[in-house]
């Protein structure tokens, strides 16, 4: 352990939002580190009200685990776009 905090901060960083490597354009699967039900059910609900959302879901693969993974499918708009819209209206 070095004396600088910060040091053994950023090498313990992940990234808070990533996708799986079979993602596509129209069809991600988002995953969220230190995320859990809450952000996943709210994330789900707002998604499926945008109609250019075919389908949403999550999982959160264990519970010991604090990661979630959220797939989306969508028509029209690419995935990124459609979770962007989705976070900007949960504020």
Not at 54 to 82: D, F, M, R
Request: charged share 15%.
């Amino acid at each position: 352990m070095s004396g600088d905090p910060s040091a053994d901060f950023e090498a313990n960083t992940t990234p808070k939002l990533s996708t799986t490597p079979e993602s596509t354009e129209f069809s991600t699967t988002f995953v969220l580190s230190e995320e859990d039900h809450t952000m996943g059910n709210s994330l789900r609900y707002m998604l499926n009200q945008n109609p250019n959302v075919i389908l949403c879901g999550y999982s959160v693969p264990h519970p010991l685990v604090s990661v979630l993974h959220l797939h989306v499918q969508t028509k029209n708009i690419s995935a990124w776009e459609a979770l962007k819209q989705a976070l900007r209206d949960i504020q």
